[in-house]
């Protein structure tokens, strides 16, 4: 069954920087868009970032563009966000979602997610 | 960036009745390769969003017939023909024809 598990959350200071890792396993990862999308304390959901199933092409929020890298192994079934520069307002949960397809189209698994704490 | 609106905020609702949910997009959601990429999600408290349905009206593997997706262009519904205590939570509807992906603000279905 498919499988995403996100990892690397945790407390950091503002201006401060994280890594944060989604372990997939079930399906053939490298044919799979993937997105992170975000959700702060008791708000709704915010897209983050996308990366193509061969890591061509990359699309991000404009909140964190220039802040934030999307990347992926695909040898290792792995997806990634560096995140720099954190602020206050990037504290969320992480979650990292499979795409329907190697392009957007829509979400259809998401992991349990990873929580980041912005904060001094 | 497309908007989606969603209505209402909160929804409650007897056990054993329809509930509905309506989604609005600030404009047309229908792709240049034809599809409509309109999807509705469930976020039950403390978990995780999962897909119910995806391409206005396909349910999803897994998910229950009760619950049926409708619409065309920017206005689009959920249904749920006869709410059960475990559909209680947030439900979000959300575009994925035009980055930036997009999500509704959340309609809180909770039983009376």
């Known amino acids: 069954q498919v499988q995403l598990v996100e990892s690397g959350g945790g407390v950091v200071q503002p201006g401060g920087s994280l890594r944060l890792t989604c372990a997939a396993s079930g399906f053939t990862f490298s044919s799979y868009g993937m997105h992170w999308v975000r959700q702060a304390p008791g708000k709704g959901l915010e897209w983050v970032a996308f990366v193509h199933y061969d890591g061509s092409s990359r699309n991000y929020a404009d909140s964190v563009k220039g802040r934030f890298t999307i990347s992926r192994d695909n040898s290792k079934n792995t997806l990634y966000l560096q995140m720099n520069s954190l602020r206050a307002e990037d504290t969320a949960v992480y979650y990292c979602?499979?795409?329907?397809?190697?392009?957007?189209?829509?979400?259809?698994?998401w992991g349990q997610g990873t929580l980041v704490t912005v904060s001094s | 960036d497309i908007v989606m609106t969603q209505t209402p905020l909160s929804s409650p609702v007897t056990l054993g009745q329809p509930a509905s949910i309506s989604c609005r997009s600030s404009q047309s959601l229908v792709h240049s390769d034809g599809n409509t990429y309109l999807s509705w999600l469930q976020q039950r408290p403390g978990q995780p969003p999962r897909l119910l349905i995806y391409?206005?009206?396909n349910r999803f593997s897994g998910v229950p017939d009760r619950f049926s997706g409708s619409g065309a262009g920017t206005d689009f519904t959920l249904k749920i023909s006869r709410v059960e205590a475990e559909d209680v939570g947030l439900y979000y509807c959300t575009q994925g024809t035009q980055f930036p992906l997009t999500f509704g603000g959340g309609t809180k279905l909770e039983i009376k």
């Open positions: 391409k206005i009206s």
């Open positions: 979602a499979r795409s329907c397809s190697g392009g957007t189209c829509y979400t259809d698994y």
